[in-house]
């Protein structure tokens, strides 16, 4: 691995080829926004809100820092006037989901963001699909996975495999930067078969899906 | 069939085919495209055979059945050889006429020609008809000529001599060359330079590389790529073949949407057909290049037609984009670098090597060369497949070849790039058409729909509608674009609903920023533009719904009412008869009213009020008049 020269926000860095913009930037104490992003699992570029301004070859472009690989002589913006804009609002279309997520009433701080700017929808889930890359990358489970597209787009858990893997697991749920991963599986677990004694017992706990 | 093992060997085939035919030989032509064949061409050509038979001229004049000619709306299209005489909209009753005067009395049926409707002109051949005589159709003019089922028809027109040539006299640099001399630009949306992206997958490092055709096609009433894939096969195959020698690829895949079973069906068979003549598979025409194509059906979702999602797609994932960097150039298909081309872009191929990278690049603006195919749709007369060389003023696409709008309205706007394009006003129609021109517009060139409007057309809604589409369309992972667009939508909708507030077109603005800035895909980055473009030209209509509650097209429904004028009204009851909401009151001379709160703004009425009395109409913004009293309403 070669060493890259590149500047963030008027700082030289020095990084390591095949990192991206968030961890070269971190090297120097440079704070990206990141909501979406996890050290364990593969970059995935759901909430755009580490949106930062690359400048290489002469062009300017916003890219997502969380997974734009650095470049040698690349110049870094990552906090101006437009990249606070673009943060505000898609902070405030967040919130339209999910008002009391810690992480997001912290981000709305930072940008000003107006957290009833839009109507609320009850779904809680803002897609960062934390839960479904750690099921599937880490744990190697794929319980959870997504179903439908665009605004209907939505997380699910797999009862047939929840049932099995979910209650003795769990390790996805302090990812949830909102609180609708506990409230999908209470869901699923409603929804579940009783699992059979002789198989690691019942697999609901508070939800009373047995029936009694 | 023997395989051809040699340029040498193809050309003798060429010949003995050239010499089985005879061009003063009576030839009936049937466009059998997706369109025509809707609207009945299969009848015609049972009508036209039995017809044949029964004259005893079976043996004395040959069929064939074509792709698509890019008239669709005048189909079934009939051409007769060697006059080339043009007859439009052919029923199979007409087939009778056109045997026993055309090909026995040499005469025309004039009734299926086509009249020109705004001067009453008739023409007899394709090449007179105002919509065929100002294209110029470099790339769609061979799908008249061919069957799309037959080798031997490309190949007497000239079929695979591009192939031969790139093959055995060309190396692949020098096939690149070409192509980035003929400065040929992606057709498929962006507009990025072909000879430039195939230098990158070549130079990319690795043995195994992939090349792709993208037929997936996803905007709403565009399909030049599938009336390629429909009506010449050969060519897009051709071409493919030829970038793969270029980049180094030794497979190809040619992705195609579900819906279109026609395009799948030729294709198979000329895949089946070049691999039995050589064509494909080892060592073609002997010059030590081997190439296989696989066809793979997509599900049809339009974010398919991004190439990291239809890459994706290909793999048997869920068709989302990914991340540029890497680029497929570099990390495509299953991890090796792989190049994918639209469908029309591939198409060229074959006539930039057959003719030169000189004389394609004549043809064009500075930035764009080439011709590029549109599919003009909307309130246009003649509405069809358009080629056109870059740079034709909108304005002679819109009236030359497209004869103007009809029914004597006014022209609004044009709609090109599909749904994430923009809307050009009346004022800026002489801009010449080109990748570059089209964006300072504020619109794009996209795959090439072009749709026209008229003064009946309330672009906010237009704006609206694109925007529900591609919220639909969105793959929903990243915020910007799923909440962005789904926010945009719901303001939009308040808006054409009558309920916009002060500061709605500010908060769009806002939002678009952030949609068009922070996206993963062009998609998303792209979504903005039907609003922002009709904000940019249309501005005073947004206004005039927000503030006024008034839409000026006297288009949306929840801001219009129909109003009879009781002056003009002579009773006749047509309205009240036609009426399905039961809204209308009247009877004999006596003054119809229209009761609001029962109309369902269909519109129903108006159409079947008699033109002399003209006695409805549209109100917006306005209140709608009391009606005369009970008493007052006797017509003396
Ligand atoms: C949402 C979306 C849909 C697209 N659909 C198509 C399509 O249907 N056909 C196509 O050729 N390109 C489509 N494209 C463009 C492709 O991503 C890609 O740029 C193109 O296939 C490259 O070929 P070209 O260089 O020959 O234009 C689409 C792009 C986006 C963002
Ligand atoms: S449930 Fe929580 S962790 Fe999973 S995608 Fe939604 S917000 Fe992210
Ligand atoms: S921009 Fe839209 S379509 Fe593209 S990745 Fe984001 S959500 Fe999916
Ligand atoms: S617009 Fe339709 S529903 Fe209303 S009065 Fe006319 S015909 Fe009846
Ligand atoms: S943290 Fe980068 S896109 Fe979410
Ligand atoms: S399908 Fe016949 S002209 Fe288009």
Known sequence: MSEI?????????????????????NTVGIHIPTLCHHEKLEPYGACRICTVEAESNGRKTL????????????????????????????????MAHAPDAPQLIELAKEYGADKDRFDKDPSFCILCGLCVRYCAEVKKKNAIGYMDRGPRREISFIPEVAAKECWDCKECFPLCPTSALQAAYVLTEALLPAQPEEEGGCSCSASGCCGG | MPRIKS??????????????????????????????????????????????????????????RTGCHGFCEQGPIVVVYPEGISYLKVKPEDVCEIVSHTFKEKKLVERLLYVDPNTGDKSSHEHDIPFYKNQQRLILGLNTKIDPKSLEDYLAVGGYQAMAKALLQMTPEEVIGEVKGAKLRGRGGAGFPSGTKWEFARNAPGDQKYVVVNCDE?????????????????????????????????????????????????????????????????NILGSGFDFTVKVHRGAGAFICGEETSLLQSLEGKPGEPKPRPPFPAVRGLWGKPTNINNVET??????????????????????????????????????????????????????????????????????????????????????????????????????????????????????????????DESCGKCVPCREGIRQMLKVMTAITQGKGKEGDIELLENMAMATQGAALCALGKTAPNPVLSTLKYFRHEYEAHIKEKRCPALSCKELIAFHIDPAKCKGCGSCLRKCPATAIEGGKKTIHVIDQEKCTKCGTCIEACPAAFHAISKLSGVPVPEPPPQSARAIA
């Open chain 1, 5 to 25: 020269v590149l500047q963030i926000d008027g700082k030289e860095v020095k990084a390591q080829e095949g990192m991206t913009i968030v961890e070269a930037a």
């Open chain 1, 63 to 94: 890219v997502a820092g969380c997974l734009y690989p650095v470049e040698n002589g690349m110049v870094v913006q990552t906090s101006t006037e437009k990249l606070y804009a673009i943060r505000k609002v898609l902070v405030e279309q967040m």
């Open chain 2, 346 to 471: 591939w198409a060229n191929i074959p006539v930039i090597i057959n003719k030169g990278a000189d004389y394609f690049s004549s043809i064009g603006t500075e930035s764009s060369k080439g011709t590029k195919i549109f599919s003009l749709v909307g309130k246009v007369n003649n509405t069809g497949l358009v080629e056109v060389p870059m740079g034709m003023p909108l304005r002679d696409i819109i009236f030359k070849i497209g004869g103007g709008v009809p029914n004597g309205k006014k022209f609004k706007a044009v709609q090109t790039g599909g749904p994430s394009g923009g809307c050009i006003p009346e004022e800026y129609l002489d801009v010449k058409v080109d990748f570059d021109e089209l964006m300072k517009m504020g619109a794009m060139m996209g795959s090439g729909g072009m749709i026209v409007m008229d003064e009946d057309t309330c672009l906010v809604d237009i704006a609206r509608y694109f925007l529900e589409f591609l919220s």
């Open chain 2, 218 to 282: 996803g905007d709403p009433g565009a399909y030049m790529d599938r009336s390629l894939m429909e009506g010449n096969p050969f060519t897009v195959l051709e071409g493919l073949l030829i970038g793969a020698y270029a980049i180094g690829a030794s497979e190809g895949y040619i992705y195609v949407r579900q819906e279109y079973p026609l395009a799948v069906d030729n294709l198979t068979v000329a895949i089946k057909k070049a691999e039995e003549h050589g064509f494909l598979g080892k």
């Open chain 2, 7 to 64: 340029p040498a060997e193809l050309e003798a085939f060429r010949k003995a085919i050239l010499a089985k035919r005879d061009d003063k030989k009576p030839c009936i032509t049937l466009c059998s495209g997706s369109a025509c064949h809707a609207t009945g061409s299969e009848k015609v050509a049972d009508a036209i055979l039995a017809e044949l038979e029964s004259h005893g001229l079976k043996d004395q004049v040959d069929i064939r």
